[in-house]
């Protein structure tokens, strides 16, 4: 397969310093875009939307830690063992988050988030508004296990 190269259009500010699995809606932190490759009209009209994805990379994953079989979720006994792709784990083969976050303001290249589950320092290699037409069609189904997962992760 052919590679794939990319630049980071800015990095997360603030917010955890540490990755843990719970709780991110109360955190805060600013996407802050690349003043070299970005002018503030890079973000212009992005305030009128209420939420962004943001596609960030887990960059304190280490490459070796990168799982690309089954596992169980969070090392729980009680959860199956499910491929890498049928979960959201950091350890993911290109250590790729996705994230959805509440925008709170923009400001300059400075875009102000709650709910971005990447931590201080990740490299954010793209963002875009939440749009309602783009979440999915018809019904959500999903395995008990991963409805327990996220009981409290926001």
């Not at 990319?6 to 109360?26: L, M």
């Not at 503030?40 to 009128?48: H, M, R, W, Y």
């Not at 490459?63 to 499910?82: D, L």
Request: glycine share 8%; proline share 7%.
């Amino acid at each position: 397969m052919e590679i794939v190269e990319t630049q980071p259009v800015g990095t997360v500010v603030g917010g955890r310093s540490e990755a843990f699995d719970d709780d991110w809606n109360t955190v805060e932190a600013l996407i802050r875009l690349d003043e070299t490759r970005f002018k503030p009209d890079a973000l212009a009209g992005l305030d009128a939307f209420s939420h962004l994805e943001v596609v960030f990379l887990f960059h304190l994953v280490e490459p070796a830690s990168v799982h690309t079989s089954a596992r169980r979720p969070r090392g729980n006994p009680e959860w199956p063992r499910v491929g890498i792709f049928a979960q959201r784990a950091k350890n993911r083969p290109n250590r790729l988050g996705v994230s959805r976050c509440q925008l709170l303001t923009v400001d300059g290249l400075d875009v102000r988030v709650r709910g971005l589950d990447a931590i201080d320092g990740s490299p954010v290699l793209d963002l875009k508004p939440y749009m309602a037409e783009f979440g999915p069609q018809g019904e959500v189904v999903q395995p008990d296990w991963a409805t327990e997962l996220m009981r409290n992760y926001y």
